[in-house]
C-alpha cells in the first residue's frame, strides 16, 4: 500500500508527488512512498556530498512542477538544476532558468534594507535608509531622497556608501522579479551561482520575503514552495530572517520551505526543529550527527546515529514525518530529467592525444 510523507495513506485527497520506494534491509524495493504537496511543509534534506541531498531535491521539484496549487521556486547557488528545463520524455517538467536573478528593491522592507547594508536602523545612516526604502522604490529613488534629506553630512555620505555597494552588486532592478512573476504553475529556477555570497542572499531574501508577503497579502492564489540548495549558505547569511520567518510563520499563509543542506550543523535550531518532515541520505561527521540528535522527536526508538539506521549507498534515504509520527526507510526514485549535480572525472576529460 502507498504512504504519502505528511499526510498518512489517503493517496487521493490532495496533490501528491512521487518521491521512491519503501527500502527492504535486503536492498529490495517495497511499496510507493509519495510526498504531501497540498498543505504547506518546511522540510530539511541532508546528506554529505555524493550521496544524492541535491538529487533528492531534484525529485521534488520535478513533482512540485507537475502538481496543481503550487508555486515551486528554487534557488540554486551550484548552478545545477537548469537541467530541469531540459525536455524529457512524456510530459516533461514546466520549467524555466532565470540566470541574471534580480529582484524589486521593494521586495524588501524597511528593516531589511537596514540588515542587508549592516546598518542599526536607529542609527543616523540606518534611519536614513530605513526613510527612504520606504519613500521609494527604485535605488536611483532611493539615493535622491537620501541626498535631499535634512541629516548630518557624515550619515548621508554612510548611507549613500552602504547603497553604492548594493548598486554594485547588480541584483536590484525596478523591473526584477517579483512575487508575481514567481506564483506560476512552472519551476523557477533562480541561478545565483556567478554571485557572491551577500548578493545571492539579497536574492533569495527578496524572493523569500515577496513569497511570503504575497501569501500574507493574498495577492497570489498558489502556494509557494521555496527550495534551497546548499541552505547553509543562505542561514549563514543576510537571507536567514527571511527563511526564519517562513520556518516559524509560514504555515498560516500556506508558504513551504524545502532546504537541502550538506552541513545541518550550519543550519540554525529553529531550521531542524522547525521541520516536519526530515530526509536524510549518509551522514558522518559527529557534529552533523549531533545536530539531529538534538532535535530527534520522541516517537523514534532508534537514533538517526546508529549505524543501523542511517543509509550507506547513494539515493537510499532515512524518512521521519512529524506530521503522522512515522520513519520510513527509503530509496529515492531516478529523476526524469538529467542530474546537473554530478562531479567532472578526470577519466572522461579527453587530453586530445
Known sequence: MSFVIG???DL?????????TYRARDGSEGAALHLDFDGPHAMLIVGKRGYGKSYTLGVLAEGLARAHGVAPVIVDPM???????E??????VPARVIDEPTVTPS????????????LSPESGAGSLVWQAAQAASTLETMQTHIGSA???????????????????????????????????AEVTIIDVSGLESAPMNAVCRGVAEALYRARVTETIDRLPWLLLDEAHTFFDGIAEPALRTILTRGRAP???????????SAVPPVGISQSDVLISHRLTSQADLDALQAAQPTYMNVSLSDADRLPEAPG?????????ETVHAAQIRSRDTPHGGDSPRASEVSSGE
Open 87 to 92: 525536455s524529457t520524455a512524456g510530459d516533461g
Open 107 to 118: 521586495s524588501l522592507d524597511p528593516r531589511s534594507w537596514c540588515t542587508l547594508l549592516g
Open 316 to 324: 537510499e534515504v532515512v524518512v521521519v514525518d512529524d506530521a503522522t
Open 12 to 20: 487521493e485527497a490532495g496533490p501528491v508527488g512521487a518521491l521512491g
Open 254 to 264: 500556506g508558504v513551504s520551505l524545502v532546504s537541502a543542506t550538506q552541513r545541518p
Open 79 to 85: 548552478g545545477v538544476f537548469d537541467t530541469l528545463a
Open 150 to 184: 535634512d541629516a548630518p553630512a557624515a550619515d548621508t555620505r554612510a548611507a549613500l556608501n552602504h547603497l553604492q555597494l548594493a548598486t554594485a552588486w547588480g541584483v536590484f532592478d525596478a523591473d526584477g522579479i517579483d512575487a508575481a512573476d514567481l506564483g506560476g
Open 7 to 9: 499526510r498518512g495513506d
